[in-house]
């Protein structure tokens, strides 16, 4: 299955968000979400499952500025 | 309000432009912008509203320059090593353009002094190296409804976003709340490249330029990241979340308050620097 995962197309296997994050060993509490354009509530990344074509981003906390 | 023969000399460039003109240069010059921490993105985004004639520029910041910050705060000497930052940027900004006046606020941005502060200006950028006061910066702009410019930066990697409170994607839209501590690094813990606060301060200065003028479109409903290694920026569309703790359909915060100071291995400071 084809998923664009933070702008770049990949082949995954999975059957639900968490699974991609696990995959690529990201803790569920260093992201906020986005699944074809809506954020995702965390409570829901287990539950959710992945199709064709979508388009996930894994937005990492960035919090320097000084 | 007329400018005089130097200064339509000193602001030919913005005049020339048909989207400022002498009309967008008066409205630079009657706005006021709060620059919260007169660090690393602080610095680059002092300097270029001074130089564009802003009215009034705000810094809030309790720390003083110390040589670690050298690297990368750039409206910081050798010879100011020691003193308060927000002095030592008023001086650089005086020097730049004395047309420009600056308020200085030599205190830690906290949910006591944050609204009232936030109220008098027209534009915040967030200059802020730490989760509670980017959470809080958000949810004083919020409560005042005043546009805030947001930046980040860590390691190689940087981001802008541009939050219009009520219209646009705020930061709790994104990030509900900060993360867990220890889990993800901050600047002062992980390093960053200097140049990085120069890119995106800059833009961060554009955008606030932009809300000022009323021209162009902002950089709202999006969040534009940055990777130094490739120099490559990348858009990533965010859009009002109804499930917001803050500007959602149910909002569970009604009022500021502090989250928890980070703690961090290398440097315990927080608050507005
Ligand atoms: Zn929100």
């Not at chain 1, 991609?20 to 354009?37: Q, R």
């Not at chain 2, 989207?19 to 006021?32: L, P």
């Not at chain 2, 003193?83 to 200085?104: F, G, H, M, Q, Y």
Request: glycine fraction near 8%; proline fraction near 5%.
């Amino acid at each position: 299955m084809h998923v664009k995962i933070n702008g770049k197309s990949e082949e995954v296997q999975g059957a639900t968000i968490l699974d991609l994050l696990k995959a690529k060993n990201i803790d569920p509490h260093m992201v906020a979400v986005e699944l074809n354009s809506a954020m995702l509530e965390r409570d829901r990344l287990a539950t959710t499952p992945v199709k064709e074509g979508d388009q996930v981003e894994f937005l990492f906390y960035m919090g320097g500025g000084r | 309000m007329e400018f005089s023969d130097e200064q339509v000399t000193r602001y030919s460039r913005h005049i020339l432009l048909p989207e400022v003109g002498g009309k967008g240069q008066k409205k630079i010059a009657k706005s006021r912008i709060l620059i919260v921490g007169a660090g690393g993105l602080g610095s680059p985004a002092a300097f270029y509203l001074a130089a564009a004639g802003v009215g009034t520029i705000g810094l809030i910041d309790s720390d003083a320059v110390d040589l670690s910050n050298l690297q990368r705060q750039v409206i910081h000497q050798t010879t100011d090593l020691g003193r308060p930052k927000v002095l030592s940027a008023k001086e650089k900004i005086n020097a730049l353009n004395p047309d420009v006046e600056v308020v200085t606020y030599e205190d830690r941005f906290t949910s006591k002094n944050a609204l009232e502060l936030v109220a008098k200006y027209d534009v915040v950028i967030d200059g802020v190296d730490n989760f509670p006061a980017k959470f809080l910066i958000n949810d004083a702009c919020f409560f005042a409804d005043k546009p805030l410019v947001h930046g980040g930066i860590l390691r190689f990697d940087g981001r802008v976003t541009t939050i219009v409170p009520r219209k646009s994607a705020c930061y709790r839209c994104v990030f509900k709340h900060p993360p867990p501590p220890g889990l993800v690094a901050s600047c002062q813990e992980a390093g960053v490249i200097g140049v990085l606060a120069g890119i995106i301060g800059t833009i961060q200065a554009t955008e606030a330029l932009k809300l000022v003028l009323g021209i162009g479109r902002p950089l709202t409903d999006r969040m534009l990241d940055f990777d130094a290694r490739r120099t490559a920026f990348r858009e990533i569309r965010t859009r009002k979340n109804p499930h917001c703790p803050l500007c959602g359909e149910h909002p569970t915060i009604t009022e500021l308050f502090d989250h928890e100071p980070e703690t961090c291995a290398v440097n315990v400071t927080s608050g507005a620097s």
